[in-house]
């Protein structure tokens, strides 16, 4: 990257959290581009410096572009933000791989796993584009979009295996009201943002079933250790867990109305079946596409997910509500752990 101009990013896509991330860069002076699939989205946000789809009454940036030719978006782009469905990784990437520039940092806000492979966003992105996990960064924390979209205070961990790597995704996204931390976890950072997802959904659906706080609280402490448990069992550091990536994230998903996976789950505990679930979020939903996937890993390394696993059986319409409901409740009493 030259010294002489401002750090360049693109930012795939224009969705909730892609535009709320194009604001953050933005705001710290760094020169983005947001790619979006639809034409009307690039045009307004270029014409009248708003997201229609999802911002419709929030000012962008007006220095903030936007595209619908991923070539032009990664044209000098020192950094390659990706904000897409984790499904979609894979078959996407490898349309735009050939367009990533030879020193391009490729930053994962993508909080889900892999279905078929199990595998975490930032193993698939190495795997596609042969770049090394040195250039792979993931960004994760406690990230309400429509919350950073009114510039209210948050904080996120920026990991990469190399330090140097993950401070230059620091400055590019260090604003007056986002406060990015760095570390080396990227296992730890990953697990924790994607595990979240599928304890919002039992959160949600204790709240639409009437169970009470008792029973919410009980689902997010036991839903981080059995977090924990995977993630160290993987390589995580424990600390990352308890942190903005972990602890930070779960917080904020299990408890606000703002997040589509606790919505969901409050959709499903009321009644719904996860295809009027799916209609009435209307938005992508990773905890329902990775808790599958996310119950493999714990089971290839044979860690106890009680939790996942409850949820994920519910999802596939193997339990009713009660019986979820038993099940977690009537397991063997063991010591806190």
């Excluded at 940036?61 to 044209?75: E, K, R, V, Y």
């Excluded at 990706?82 to 990784?89: E, W």
């Amino acid at each position: 990257m030259s010294q002489h101009r401002p750090a360049r990013a693109a930012v795939f896509s224009a969705g909730s959290w892609g535009t709320a991330l194009a604001k953050i860069m933005t705001d710290a002076g760094t020169d983005v581009i947001a790619y979006a699939r639809r034409g009307e989205i690039a045009d307004a946000i270029n014409r009248e410096h708003r997201n229609p789809g999802y911002f419709p009454d929030v000012d962008l940036p007006p220095t903030l572009t936007a595209t619908t030719d991923p070539a032009t978006a990664l044209d000098g782009a020192d950094f390659l933000v990706l904000s897409i469905p984790a499904q979609s990784l894979r078959e996407s990437l490898a349309s735009w791989a050939p367009h990533i520039g030879r020193d391009t940092v490729i930053v994962s806000l993508m909080k889900g796993i892999e279905r078929d492979t199990d595998l975490r966003a930032s193993e698939v992105i190495t795997e596609v584009t042969g770049i090394p996990a040195e250039r792979v960064a993931v960004l994760s924390g406690p990230n309400l979009a429509r919350e950073i979209m009114a510039g209210r205070p948050a904080a996120a961990t920026v990991a990469c295996p190399d330090e140097a790597t993950a401070i230059r995704v620091q400055r590019a996204c260090h604003t007056s009201y986002f406060r990015p931390y760095t570390s080396t976890d990227v296992t730890g950072c990953e697990l924790g943002g994607a595990v979240k997802n599928v304890i919002a959904l039992a959160v949600g659906i204790a709240s639409g079933m009437g169970l009470g706080h008792n029973a919410q609280a009980m689902l997010i402490t036991r839903g981080l250790a059995e977090t924990t448990r995977l993630a160290v069992v993987m390589g995580a550091h424990p600390a990352t867990l308890a942190g903005l990536a972990g602890l930070g994230d779960l917080i904020a998903t299990c408890s606000s109305p703002l997040s589509r996976n606790r919505t969901f789950g409050t959709h499903l505990g009321k009644g719904l079946s996860v295809e009027e679930a799916t209609a009435a979020t209307r938005q992508t939903t990773e905890g329902v596409k990775s808790a599958e996937a996310i119950l493999g890993l714990a089971q290839a390394h044979g860690v106890d997910m009680p939790i996942t696993d409850v949820v994920a059986a519910l999802l596939k319409g193997k339990v009713t509500l009660e019986q979820a409901t038993a099940a977690l409740m009537q397991r063997p009493p063991k010591p806190e752990r």
